[in-house]
């Protein structure tokens, strides 16, 4: 059972739900709000279902239809008890336009960060959310520091919308897995919902550290990628970065169209290509000296110890790919020196191949000056590209395609 905790007047209650203490009575007339005994008979689950009952009449749904509903016991709004919905922030008592004159910062950039929290652009009146404070500070801080209202109203949208994502596949697995599944059995709405809740609450203390740990694991990759190609910058303009006769090479695939795969027949079809994709990658690279390093959506980083097993085996896939009925690949290959951390592979090169690999279009396997020179007579002729200029990198990078001889 969940325990519902009161403390809140009516008027508390209006003022923390957004809504008029009027709309409170009639919520309590129609029996969707019961308060306890006291002076403060409304819970935070309260505040939770007043929000809730305005926008579902905001959106046309008739209170009286609702009310009817609860009384029959064909649903319940008792799930909003749940200490789960103690993660989501509740309206502060600060407006837009108080925090704007207080931290100096631009009612764009406010409305930035809500609009990332995926809700409507507010007023200069409006209420923030609790979380939105969070978020403000970090970006008061931010700017403070230099970053330019542009970029940082950028960034947040970006933040935002790669947030939403995880969101809504998190929400669209717990359908999936556990909503419908119950439905299926002959449960209630009202039972699933109550079920979902109770569930929800046990796991919600162990989701947030989750995805905060795989935020940090994220970070700790991205930011040491940063720190040795800073390095090697600085071996560059001191003359002690030297080449090696024979580097390994680091080696992108992606399969071409799979984002348009997904979209027009679904992720289901979608992961079954990826996993006919991944076998393939598997033991192809095995035979040619490589191994893959991770996976990354569509595509693959596969490290070889010499750039004359990657360009073997890219070419080698590429021709396999269509006959397995898989979308066409485009591949990158660069040589060079090689960082090693925690399984993973740092440096410059891997970054060229990675640019590389984005530059080629279907069927193609371009590869960097370094691997034409390091690959030897293999079987193949490289055609001259030139110098191009690709994404990230800030000068011209001499590529070329590999094709088979003959």
């Known amino acids: 059972m969940m325990c519902r905790v009161t403390g809140f007047t009516r008027n508390e209650l209006a003022s923390r739900a957004d809504v008029a203490p009027e709309d409170v009575d009639r919520y309590v007339e129609a029996g969707i709000l019961p308060p306890a005994e006291g002076d403060a008979p409304f ?18 749904v008739p209170l009286d239809a609702v009310a009817t509903a609860v009384r029959g016991g064909h649903f319940s709004f008792g799930f909003f008890d749940a200490p789960y919905w103690d ?45 939105e404070l969070e978020a403000i500070s970090l970006v008061t801080m931010a700017m403070g520091l230099g970053v330019s209202q542009e970029a940082m109203e950028r960034q947040i949208r970006l933040w935002g919308e790669n947030v939403r994502r995880i969101a809504e596949a998190d929400a669209a697995f717990w359908y999936e897995q556990v909503v419908n599944p119950l439905l299926e059995s002959g449960m209630t709405q009202s039972q699933v919902l109550s079920a979902n809740a109770e569930a929800s609450n046990a796991m919600s203390p162990l989701l947030d550290p989750a995805l905060l740990s795989m935020y940090h694991a994220q970070s700790e990759h991205t930011w040491l990628a940063g720190v040795v190609e800073s390095i090697e910058a600085v071996l560059d303009e001191t003359g002690l970065h030297r080449s090696v006769s024979r580097p390994p090479a680091m080696c992108f695939l992606d399969l071409a169209g799979y984002t348009r795969l997904t979209e027009e027949e679904g992720d289901e079809a979608a992961a079954e290509v990826a996993s006919a994709f991944g076998a393939m990658v598997r033991r192809g690279s095995n035979g040619h000296g490589g191994q893959p390093v991770k996976w990354l959506g569509d595509g693959v980083m596969v490290h070889f110890r010499e750039p004359l097993g990657a360009v073997g085996f890219a070419l080698e896939l590429r021709d396999d790919v269509p006959t397995a009925g898989l979308p066409p690949v485009h591949v990158g290959i660069a040589a060079g020196p090689l960082i090693f951390q925690h399984g993973d592979y740092f440096g410059r090169t891997v970054n060229l191949a990675a640019r590389i690999a984005a530059y080629a279009t279907a069927h193609q396997v371009l590869v960097d000056q370094e691997t034409t020179r390091a690959a030897g007579d293999v079987g193949v002729e490289f055609q001259d590209l030139g110098a191009v200029e690709l994404k990230g990198v800030a000068a011209p990078v001499r590529i070329a395609e590999a094709r088979r001889r003959g």
């Open 43 to 60: 819970s935070e689950g309260d505040v939770r279902r007043a929000r809730f009952l305005q926008g579902l009449e905001q959106g046309g």
């Open 87 to 131: 993660r989501f922030g509740g309206l502060s008592d600060t407006t837009y336009a108080q925090v704007s004159s207080e931290t100096g910062l631009g009612l764009d950039v406010l409305r930035a960060v809500r609009e990332s929290l995926g809700y409507a652009s507010p007023s200069p009146e409006d209420r923030l959310r609790k979380d």
